[in-house]
């Protein structure tokens, strides 16, 4: 007896099935414990009862919630903005199609880095003394746009320079500084601020702008609170609790900061693209005449 299903159902088919479902996968990956579910979950409940309306014959309140949905469909691109840019970012640098998982890359975790441990020191040392700071450690995600918005610098990291751009009488200790490797590229930086939800709505202005950087790019957000002298780390959209000590808090930047360089395999052309756009370090840059 010839399975009738089998009529219908191609190879096409099954591919189609298998890549829609790891779309559909990632792409809740890409807004879970955002807002963005409580919207898209409301989005749902319309199409629901617009299905019982048309199903009951509700003329009226089908037409009414066809518009509505219509509405909602227009100002989507609007209210996923942050998810939507980062789903973007990581479609340009690769990390869609990249075959290793967060875990893999930590194994590759540094035993002793110099950067993690003098972020590590100066982070304790101004949580004691109760002076806020902003540090972005960049990732994949180019801070270009963001140094732009304070005062470039292009020094060498230490724990002396980070106490000095945090000092109070500083005119950059309000801004953010971001470090490239074991540079500190600019301070005083403006970052965007993350959208107030009840998750966040009573974290102050720095821990909102590190969330904020976090949701639309790639970057390890280091946050120091002035009120409280707590250490925390914004990754991903998410804040960390409060790091008890230093051994702990150098353990976790060398788990989310990015391994070591490897080197460049030939089939990873948007790798390759990525480093040679990118200015090397020992570049110099041409001085006005």
Not at 34 to 56: D, F, P
Not at 198 to 222: I, W
Request: with cysteine; glycine share 8%.
């Amino acid at each position: 007896m010839v399975n009738p299903i089998g009529g219908y159902v191609g190879i096409s088919d099954v591919v189609d099935i298998i890549a829609t479902s790891i779309l559909i996968y990632y792409v809740l990956l890409l807004i879970r414990g955002t807002r963005a579910v409580q919207i898209l979950t409301g989005i749902l409940v319309l199409l629901g009862l617009l299905g019982i309306a048309n199903l009951l014959h509700l003329y009226l309140l089908g037409t009414l919630l066809r518009l509505i949905v219509v509405g909602a469909a227009v100002t989507i691109p609007i209210v996923f903005q942050p998810e939507l840019r980062r789903a973007l970012e990581q479609i340009g640098r690769g990390g869609i199609f990249q075959m290793r998982s967060d875990l893999a890359e930590s194994r590759w975790a540094r035993t002793e880095d110099r950067v993690v441990a003098v972020l590590a020191r100066a982070a304790f040392m101004l949580a004691r003394v109760r002076r806020g700071a902003l540090i972005v450690i960049e990732q994949q995600s180019a801070m270009k746009e963001y140094c732009e918005s304070g005062t470039a610098l292009h020094a060498d990291l230490s724990e002396e320079l980070l106490l000095m751009i945090f000092m109070r009488s500083s005119p950059l200790h309000d801004g953010a500084a971001i470090l490239r490797e074991s540079h500190i590229e600019a301070a005083g930086c403006v970052l965007p601020l993350s959208e107030p939800s009840p998750s966040n709505s009573r974290l102050g202005t720095r821990h909102r702008a590190a969330l904020g950087l976090s949701e639309q790019t790639d970057a390890v957000v280091l946050v120091i609170s002035e009120q409280t002298g707590n250490v925390s780390i914004a990754r991903n959209g998410k804040l960390s609790r409060p790091i008890e000590d230093e051994q702990r808090l150098r353990k976790m930047l060398l788990a989310v900061t990015r391994p070591p360089r490897q080197p460049r395999r030939s089939n990873d052309l948007i790798a390759h693209l990525r480093l040679r756009l990118r200015p090397q370090r020992g570049e110099k840059q041409p001085r006005a005449s």
